[in-house]
């Protein structure tokens, strides 16, 4: 498989994972809702995205 598909995998999966534990913690209007564009897909997202540029630099500083 791809290196940038199984690094974009991870970082959905543990981006999903740290919104899950932070779920209880969130205030309602930063909930998700299903099917629903709103500020919990925004901080989902944010969360993915930063443990993918993460996960880059991590393999960046890995390869020097």
């Known amino acids: 498989m791809n290196g940038?598909?199984?690094?974009a995998l991870?970082?959905?999966?543990a981006g999903?994972?740290?919104y899950?534990?932070?779920?209880?913690q969130l205030p309602?209007?930063?909930r998700h809702a299903p099917f629903?564009?709103?500020y919990g897909l925004v901080l989902d997202f944010a969360l993915c995205?930063?443990?993918?540029v993460l996960l880059k630099a991590a393999r960046k500083k890995v390869k020097r």
């Open 36 to 38: 629903q564009l709103g």
């Open 10 to 13: 991870a970082a959905v999966l």
């Open 16 to 18: 999903n994972a740290v």
């Open 20 to 24: 899950l534990l932070l779920l209880p």
């Open 4 to 7: 940038h598909f199984l690094r």
């Open 28 to 30: 309602e209007p930063v």
């Open 49 to 52: 995205w930063s443990v993918f």
